[in-house]
């Protein structure tokens, strides 16, 4: 632990990449844990433009409950770590893919207790890959928009619709099988060819693009430190990879505490 903190603290490049592990000690039940079920469906099968299109009201359930199940989930110590260190090192980023906002809502809090300023807090925005539950965009036409409301999925005809044209809205995510938006995801390979470490946090690392992100890094002359409760396919090209939960291993891991 020691050696990753002094190699994580060292670096002026740092590039964090999470996933659903960092949000698990939260609540949030992570896509490929125990939990990760939802009826008996895997996300695979819902999170797809073929599975909204065959049945959109499925999938507005699916993430209705969702929504309402995250929106009630805090930041935990390991989204508070990582928003300090975003907020005091203005070369660190944050690339995360998960939807649940939690990141967000830590930096927020951040701000009202007057850790940082606003103009801090966009610029340690997470560079969001896949997305957010609580955004919401359309079928026909460019119109988005934020919203939290619980969804109203009981029948077809109750589903959220555009105000502009009419046409079915759809959750603002990006599902298996559809392309990230290429200017965040030129962001986040920028951010991983330009770091000196990639610190990866609560991923299996089995979807890509994201999970390419820290080889990047590493073919680049970088060096990649993994946090997980388990070994992934990113262990074996980790310099370290601390066995352990986010919520325990962060706080440690990004606080350098002042030299005696
Ligand atoms: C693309 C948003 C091409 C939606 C998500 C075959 C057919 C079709 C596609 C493919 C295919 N084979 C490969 C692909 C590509 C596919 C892919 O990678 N599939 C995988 C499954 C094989 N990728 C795509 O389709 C991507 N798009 O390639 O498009 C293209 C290009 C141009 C033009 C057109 C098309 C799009 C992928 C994005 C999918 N959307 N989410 C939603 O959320 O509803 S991905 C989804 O999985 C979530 O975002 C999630 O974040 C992500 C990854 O999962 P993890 O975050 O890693 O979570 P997981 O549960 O797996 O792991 C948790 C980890 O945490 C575990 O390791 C666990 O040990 C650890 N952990 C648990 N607790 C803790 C912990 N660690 C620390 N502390 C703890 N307490
Ligand atoms: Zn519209």
Same mark, same amino acid.
């Given at each position: 632990m020691d050696d990753a903190r002094h190699l994580v603290a060292s670096a002026r490049k740092l590039l964090i990449l999470t996933g659903a592990g960092v949000s698990a000690e939260s609540g949030v039940p992570t896509f490929?844990?125990? &939990?990760?079920?939802?009826k008996r469906y895997k996300p695979e099968e819902l999170a797809t433009p073929q599975a909204f299109q065959a049945d959109p009201r499925l999938v507005w359930e699916w993430y209705g409950f969702r929504r309402e199940r995250v929106g009630a989930c805090r930041p935990n110590p390991a989204h508070e770590a990582i928003a300090r260190l975003t907020l005091e090192n203005e070369d660190a980023r944050l690339v995360t893919?998960?939807? &649940?906002g939690l990141h967000e809502l830590a930096l927020e809090e951040a701000v009202t207790e007057g850790l940082c300023s606003e103009t801090s807090v966009s610029r340690a925005a997470p560079i969001r890959l896949h997305g957010s539950l609580f955004w919401t965009r359309c079928t026909g036409c460019d119109h988005r928009t934020l919203d939290r409301h619980p969804v109203d999925a009981k029948s077809e005809a109750s589903l959220p619709r555009c105000p502009k044209c009419a046409a079915l809205l759809r959750p603002d995510v990006v599902w298996f099988g559809e392309g990230l938006d290429p200017e965040i995801l030129k962001r986040a390979m920028e951010a991983a060819e330009t770091a000196e470490v990639c610190l990866v946090v609560g991923t299996s690392a089995l979807v890509h693009p994201a999970a390419s992100l820290p080889l990047l890094t590493k073919e680049s002359g970088g060096v990649v430190v993994e946090v997980n409760t388990e070994s992934t396919p990113l262990t074996d090209v980790a310099m370290f990879s601390l066995r352990g939960r986010a919520g325990q291993i962060l706080p440690r891991l990004l606080t350098v505490e002042s030299e005696p």
């Open positions: 490929r844990g125990p &939990d990760g079920l939802w893919q998960n939807v &649940d």
